[in-house]
């Protein structure tokens, strides 16, 4: 009788080397450390960044800028060491944390969210405008203080129940939070399992404050 053959299997390939995938955390970690020095610089008093009711700032701050290019410049080298070999759980936890860590801080550069909330808390958000709400009036965005609004059905809909606050600081938060939660549920969905996807999606600095800092909505679209 012929003797059956035994077939090697091939290395268990699964994981990365434990160096590279340790490298590579070490180097997200190190964005995750600059997104906290832009929150804290963020949120000391009369910082520029931060609008003021209304959507006014006071520039660009220097120390700021600084911290933001070389958060990004940092950002690009994880992504060359990402690809080298990483693993995506750890990948995607660390994306969670860089992600979420703006929310911890003041409303960044933009005063979006006090717009959306300005349009939910009127009666017709495409007849009334901001300035029909004694409420909300001050903090929209002057350039949208006397029109309707410029978003669709299902964003108003969507958002009407952040207009039954009447806080400002929290209607802000809300919309920050979604949009920050929002990114999150794209770096899944792109990533499928892949560390590289969900680096490049999730640990980026710019989509941190962007999004959990400013609240835009386009990441729920």
Known sequence: PRRSRRRRRPPCRRHPPLAKSRSALVAGALTLALVVALVVVESRAGSPVVPAPGGHLGGAGGLFLALFVASFAVYVVELALVRRGARFTHVFVLACVIQL???AGPMFLSSDAWTYWSYARVHDPYS????DDRVAARYAG???LHDTSPYGPAFSLASRPVGLTASASLAAWLFRGTAALCV???TWLVARR???AAALVGWNPLVAMQFAGGGHHDALM
């Open 101 to 103: 860590a703006p929310l």
């Open 128 to 131: 009334n405008t901001p300035s």
């Open 142 to 144: 002057t350039k949208y």
């Open 184 to 186: 999150l549920a794209t």
């Open 194 to 196: 892949r560390a590289f």
